[in-house]
């Protein structure tokens, strides 16, 4: 296989990780959502934490850094949230929006 057969095949696989990609941000969105109005407990929140965080290293292996990053601040903060479970969690969904 050529180079530019490499490159464009994958190319290709980012373009298919994109769309599922959106997908799964929806997913996430939706997950962070529920927790909010159902309350934060803490299999909710690592549920959310689960999912950025394969988010994250997927999307860093796809080249799309500034997502990665973004994910890894999201995993972040639900990580302190479940380190001190007695803080309040109020500014936790704003944060996370």
Known sequence: MSRS?????LEELRERYRAKFEREL???????GEAERAGSDRD???AIRALAHRLMGT???YGLAESSAALG????RIDAALARPDAATSSLWSELA
């Open 44 to 46: 909710r929140l690592e």
């Open 73 to 76: 601040r999201i995993e972040a």
């Open 26 to 32: 929806d997913s996430l969105e939706r997950c962070v």
């Open 5 to 9: 057969e490499a490159e464009r095949e």
């Open 59 to 61: 999307s860093g292996s």
